[in-house]
Nanobody
Framework: QVQLVESGGGLVQAGGSLRLSCVVSGSIFSVNAMGWYRQAPGKQRELVAL????????NYADSVKGRFTISRDNAKNTVYLQMNSLKPEDTAVYYC?????????WGQGTQVTVSS
């Protein structure tokens, strides 16, 4: 059974940093991409950052470019999201996601709250 478990969220002041981790257990075959999404109250879930399997290229939402960095450690089955220069508008529940051709796998989410 596949499980994605996020951690690292919390309360931080504007300008601060957090690092989110997503530990993947179980086997996922032919992964296409791994990413982080977020959902703020009253808003739709949106893509924050994506890393493509194979080549390792990355994509970021315009709102986080230059501040957030997605990375992975295959040996630890972990995907990270380093978040710097946090803003109050980054407040949301952050979800880890892994995609293959057949399925989207999601974690339970971790709350990030940025105070002004």
């Amino acid at each position: 059974q596949v499980q994605l478990v996020e951690s690292g969220g919390g309360l931080v002041q504007a300008g601060g940093s957090l690092r989110l981790s997503c530990v993947v257990s179980g086997s996922i075959f032919s992964v296409n991409a791994m990413g982080w999404y977020r959902q703020a109250p009253g808003k739709q879930r949106e893509l924050v950052a994506l890393i493509i399997s194979g080549g390792g290229s990355t994509n970021y939402a315009d709102s986080v470019k230059g501040r957030f960095t997605i990375s992975r450690d295959n040996a630890k089955n972990t995907v990270y999201l380093q978040m710097n220069s946090l803003k109050p508008e980054d407040t949301a529940v952050y979800y880890c996601n892994i995609q293959n051709a057949l399925h989207d796998y999601w974690g339970q989410g971790t709350q990030v709250t940025v105070s002004s």
